[in-house]
Nanobody, 119 residues
Framework: QVQLVESGGGLVQAGGSLRLSCVAS????????MGWYRQAPGKQRELVAT???????NYVDSVKGRFTISRDNAKNTVYLQMDSLKPEDTAVYYC?????????????WGQGTQVTVSS
């Protein structure tokens, strides 16, 4: 099992910044992809950004140029720097990790952290 613990959410005014952190613990060997998803009220959970263990990045178009995902493999931690925040970024943000051992793939999720952007 992999445990993911997020931190760094909160309330910020439009145009402001927040930095989310997520620490992985437990059976962390074999973790490749890590990243962030978000879910706004009444909407489906959507991908925000992912990063592979090799550093390959992927962002949803709506956050490109404003959000930056990074990863510290030595600390088993993934970060999401969010700048120029907009009210539409308001959502619960979930940390994600995918672990691959041989042909078995497991996805893990954090408990979520609330990000609220006021206009």
């Amino acid at each position: 099992q992999v445990q993911l613990v997020e931190s760094g959410g909160g309330l910020v005014q439009a145009g402001g910044s927040l930095r989310l952190s997520c620490v992985a613990s437990g059976s962390i060997s074999g973790i490749n992809d890590m990243g962030w998803y978000r879910q706004a009220p009444g909407k489906q959970r959507e991908l925000v950004a992912t990063i592979t263990s090799g550093g390959r990045l992927n962002y949803v178009d709506s956050v490109k140029g404003r959000f930056t995902i990074s990863r510290d493999n030595a600390k088993n931690t993934v970060y999401l720097q969010m700048d120029s925040l907009k009210p539409e970024d308001t959502a619960v943000y979930y940390c994600y990790a995918q672990r691959k051992i041989l042909f078995k793939i497991n996805d893990y999720w954090g408990q979520g952290t609330q990000v609220t952007v006021s206009s």
